[in-house]
């Protein structure tokens, strides 16, 4: 006991790092970068001609300024079938003659007001895009939510694999119209 | 005699050692986690919820526009308002703004911009409509509608 060592004291250490960790705890938001993506077309060009699609073709979706739906003409309350609808259109393949040729052709059109909230457009568009995913994750052999996973990271190899395999032969083909201008 | 001493020394603390560096990590996890917040929000984010979120690749290409009724109902009135930064901007300003947030990025990078529309629920589709056509003539065509993970799938 003749030398004393130099020593640091400690004992303060875990309530500075407390301190911080309250700080950080506090002052956090963590990002919510998580959302519906779309691309967006192109602006109108005024020259272009217009293309005609055929009727059986399109799949309308549409909804009024009272965020009441119409699906292909027929007024819709429980959204719960929709989905199963939208997929069986898509993946037609000219099996009935009414609805889609195959799913290159199909386009899901939706149309809203400019009433409708942004609550029901979301809802509905959730909705396609479900349908979209389910085929996709159908054809790569995966579960829904792991090819969501793949396809927001696309820049690994195995990823972009699962991601292009569901994807090929059916692009995602959600055109969403101008609104009417009835409400708003 | 020596069998009781025995007995005697066995320790009942519990190390705290290493608490300080328990403390750093979780103190870490938040310093990487965290975003300070730029902006204050002016308007009212109730964000609708769906199921079919997807992730973003670069957070460094997205930017934000937060549209909604404004907080302050008795300044700016109950119409939905779009907020850029930290100002309101009108619809046509919106071409303006997209050139200036391209400008941050590097040049390579410019067309692959997300813009995150961060829309209340009770918001209207007119005003974000006009927005999606602003953002269409300014050429920044990728889109993500913020939307929460709804709780129970399925």
Redesign the interface.
Known sequence: MARSTPEIP?AS??DI??L??TF??V?????????????????LDPNQPKVEFQQKNLFTIQVNSSDALLVEGEPMEDVSGLKEQIKKFILNNGSDPLSSDNPEKAIVTYK????????R???I??II??AY?DIWADQAGVT?AAY??A?????DPTNKEIYDKGRKGIPMAISIA??T?V?? | MSKFKKKATVKQDIP?SS??DV??M??FF??V?????KTNIDVMQR???????????R?SL?TDLYIGEPKKTEQFGKEPKIQAEDTFIEVSGIILWVTRQKDLLPENERDQM?V?LK???????????DV??E???A?A?????????KKIEE
């Open positions: 400690n250490m875990a790092a407390f911080l960790l950080f705890l002052t956090t938001t963590i990002a919510n970068d998580k959302g519906l993506s779309i691309q967006l077309p192109a602006p809203t007001d400019r009433g409708t909230s942004h609550k457009f979301v809802q568009l959730d895009q479900n995913y829904n969501r996973e396809a927001s990271d696309t820049s101008e609104p201008k409400g708003g | 705290t608490m300080p403390v750093f979780l103190l938040f310093m986690t965290t975003e300070l917040r964000i609708p919820e769906g199921s079919q979120l997807r992730k973003l690749q957070k997205v997300t995150a829309v209340d629920s009770d918001a209207k589709r007119g005003i974000i409509a999606e056509t953002l269409r003539k050429n065509r990728k889109v993500l509608y913020t939307v929460k993970q």
